[in-house]
T-cell receptor, first 113, second 113 residues
Framework: GAGVSQSPRYKVAKRGQDVALRCDPI?????LFWYQQALGQGPEFLTY????????KSGLPSDRFFAERPEGSVSTLKIQRTQQEDSAVYLC???????????FGPGTRLTVL | GDSVTQMEGPVTLSEEAFLTINCTYT??????LFWYVQYPGEGLQLLLK?????DKGSNKGFEATYRKETTSFHLEKGSVQVSDSAVYFC????????????FGRGTSLIVHP
């Protein structure tokens, strides 16, 4: 079946622009995570949804970042007024029920110039 | 807090050599332990997992044993192939009531023919 998909795969933004990154989880998966992965590092947790409820957003680095999952399926991570330090790969992952084994999307590589 | 420490890479091996990638962790409670693999240009894929002490996870010739006494989850493979070249991430999560996974920094494996 279809895996987790993310779009766009690559995004170049000028500093100060707003960006929106989309994640389509595996159908029926309850849990959804967003991660930020800097070059040469492991994924760092950003936020977690269970269905449409955002249960944890403690990893969001600033109030310029917010995420939503209004109908409990597709999720969008929005970054306002992008800065160069926001350049990273943004990964989305979903899991069927409790957040144990996660299925990752291919990521969106964001470059802020 | 929880943490994962992996050996630094890159690990460079010839085809058919034996592989060990060390992983140690600190955690409260009894987390599940995971190895994920990331091939170039792709998202992370679950390679194997173990959910309790002395469990052995295995997949595609890779193995790792959950060692509570040494807080380790070392990844091994008896005979690597060129196609195993990738970045390997050790991770913990799901124990002690925490649903936020913690990833290591990743270890790059390069296998030469």
């Amino acid at each position: 079946g279809a895996g987790v998909s993310q779009s766009p795969r690559y995004k170049v933004a000028k500093r100060g622009q707003d960006v929106a990154l989309r994640c389509d989880p595996i159908s029926g998966h309850v849990s959804l995570f967003w991660y930020q992965q800097a070059l040469g590092q492991g994924p760092e947790f950003l936020t977690y949804f269970q269905n449409e409820a955002q249960l944890d957003k403690s990893g969001l680095p600033s109030d310029r970042f917010f995420a939503e999952r209004p109908e409990g399926s597709v999720s969008t991570l929005k970054i306002q007024r992008t800065q160069q330090e926001d350049s990273a790969v943004y990964l989305c992952a979903s899991s069927p029920d409790r957040p144990d084994t996660q299925y990752f999307g291919p990521g969106t590589r964001l470059t802020v110039l | 807090g929880d943490s994962v420490t992996q050996m630094e890479g890159p690990v460079t091996l010839s085809e058919e050599a034996f592989l060990t990638i060390n992983c140690t962790y600190t955690a409260t409670g009894y987390p599940s332990l995971f190895w994920y693999v990331q091939y170039p240009g792709e998202g992370l894929q679950l390679l194997l997992k173990a959910t309790k002490a002395d469990d052995k996870g295995s997949n595609k010739g890779f193995e790792a044993t959950y060692r509570k006494e040494t807080t380790s989850f070392h990844l091994e493979k008896g005979s690597v192939q060129v196609s195993d070249s990738a970045v390997y991430f050790c991770a913990l999560g799901g124990g002690g009531g925490s649903y936020i996974p913690t990833f290591g920094r990743g270890t790059s494996l390069i296998v030469h023919p």
